[in-house]
Each structure stands twice: as C-alpha cells, then as structure tokens.
C-alpha cells in the first residue's frame, strides 16, 4: 500500500489576530473549520459547530431553552474571573455569536494560546475565535443567488424513570400503612408526557452576491425558528447580512460588513422541577375542567398556563473600513465597529386561584394580575 502525499491542507490560508498567513507558516495552536462544516448542524449560534471538530475547545449546552448560549472552553478554565473565549467578527470584538447565520460564515479560527492571540492581551487568556463572514468573489461578474432551508424536530430523547401511581401507593403504604386502600384503582399520572412534546426548528437563508468592476458585494437575509419541547418556550430570529467593497482606485478601498438581527424569546417556567417531583396519583384537572391541585409542588400545567414571559430585542454588528495599498508588502487598514443591542423583558401572570378538592384555596394562587 502506497500513500498518496496531499498537501491542500498546508496552503490553506488561515486568519490570525495580526493577520493572514499559509497555515504550513503558522507556529500558533490554531484550529480552523470551514463553511461547509459550519452548515453541518442546524443550530442557533454557529459556535456549535467547533464541538468535536476542533481539539482542546469544549462546547457545552447550559440550559435547554431555546436561544441559550452555549458555554465555550479552550483548554480549560482561565483565572481572570470570566473563562469564556472572546470572538472577533471581520475585525469588531464580541462578546458572542448568537447574532450570525451560519451560513454567512466563511470560516472560523480558533486561537488556542499565548502566540496566536498576543494582539489581544488579557483579553485573549481564554482563547480567541476569529469569524470570517462572506463577500462577493472578485470572479463573480453576474449576481449568484443562494437559498437554503432545513427544518428538524427536537423531542425528548429519555424520560426519567419515575414511579408510576401503583407502584408509588405500594411504597407509600409500606412507609405509612394504610393510605391507599386499593392501589389498583388509583390515577396513574405520567407528568413527563404532560409537559414535554415533539417541537420543530426551522432554519432559512437567501443570500446574493457577486462583483463588477469597482464593487464586491455580498447580501443575506436569514429566519431561525426554535420551538422548545415544553410550551411556551421558543426562540425567533432574523439575520439581515450587507457586506460590501468598494474599489476607489487601484490602491484605495472601502468597505462595510454589517449585521442586524431582530430576535424574540418565549422562555417557560421551570415546571420540570415540579413535573418531577409531582404525585403520579393525582389528576392534573378536576371533572369540571379546571385545574387540580398538586400538593408540595403546585401544578406544573397551571404554571404553563398562566405564565407569559418574553424577552424581545435587537442586536447590530458592524464596521467601516479603509484600506490603503501604501507599498507592495505594506497595507494599511483603519476601521470602525460597533456592537449595539436593545433588550425589553415582559412578563404578565394573570389572577387565579388553584382550589383544593374541598373548595378551600391552595397555596398556588396569584390574586392580582
């Protein structure tokens, strides 16, 4: 068996905090994943995409509400008080990349230690992940459209193994003799299936670029839907993406990468708790169609029901630069970002009364709306 040599990977070019460089040139710890590896995962933050392709970077869920972030380690916990990696979009420094396509990206580094990420200081301890977004290609004299669509469906992949309504009476009995007379008569409540249920993710992007003699250019409109698989929990986005180069003369360009991104969340109470540690042997409702009540713990239905929290704004990255051809070896480059966003939280729980099955009033209640 002979090996065929193959070195695409070596020239490969690759985009470091002080510039670009061959990556067979490259000393630093680097890791780089391309765009075709980034539209692998239908996923709200593009981050998502280095878990399991790029060594020493750890990417973890920290809560299953739809539009969390996840958490992104590079080798470990830092020692500054805050262990998450910085990003850098085309050149404006961020805090996350929960506002960008996936398929408006072009590639993404990652720069693992001291000599990759020197440029940014103390800033960099815990690692920086470089974004390329997309532009028009030079060779691109008519205008290439691009559209793409993926729809998936999230459910519950492992209930927990809780106790059904007989088996909890038998233990109950053995602990206190005596109260359920006929364990085989008793309600039998799964509160896992009550809450939890089959949810869709939609993922769109249309985008048109293309060049002429004296502009690049690159647009994109995206939608993201994410429904959670408990109610009243879900996550909505649109991407708007304008990337521009503008050649003024042969050594003078201007350009613009700029992002705008309207988002709203639905985020559910934590009934998972309650669902839980919910008694199997009672009903979610009475005969009446009301509500019933659970004792300890409150009705995780209920709560669903009366709970109306949303968190809805805007997020826009972007920048303006100059770049200046002073000699053949030297460009200059001057540019301006900025990262703005607008937040506005609402929440709203009516007036209710959950009743005990002798009419008095229970503890889960809200008597001003």
Known sequence: VVLEPKKTTLDEIVVIGYGTVRKSDLSGSVGSVKAEDITKITALNPVQSLQGNVTGVQVTSTSGTPGENPAVRIRGVGTFGNSNPIYVVDGVIVDDISFLNSNDITSMEVLKDASASAIYGSRGANGVIMVTTKMGKATEEKTVFNFSGEMGIQKLAKKIDLLSGRDFA???NEIKPGTYNNVDALPNTDWQDLIFHTAPVFDFQLSASGSSKNIQYYISGGYFKQ???IEKSSFERITLKINNIYNLTKHVKLGNNITIAPYSQQVAPNVTYQA????????PYYPDGSFAVVYNVGNPLADLEYSNNYIRGLRGVGNIFADIAI???LT??????VDAGYNKAESFT??????NPDGTISQQQNLLS
């Not at 009516?350 to 009743?355: D, E, H, L």
């Open 170 to 172: 038998i233990i109950t």
């Open 227 to 229: 429904d959670g698989i």
């Open 276 to 283: 839980y540690r919910a008694r199997p042997v009672l009903e």
């Open 327 to 329: 000699l053949k070896p």
């Open 332 to 337: 200059l480059k001057s540019s301006f970002g």
């Open 350 to 355: 009516p007036a209710y009364t959950i009743y």
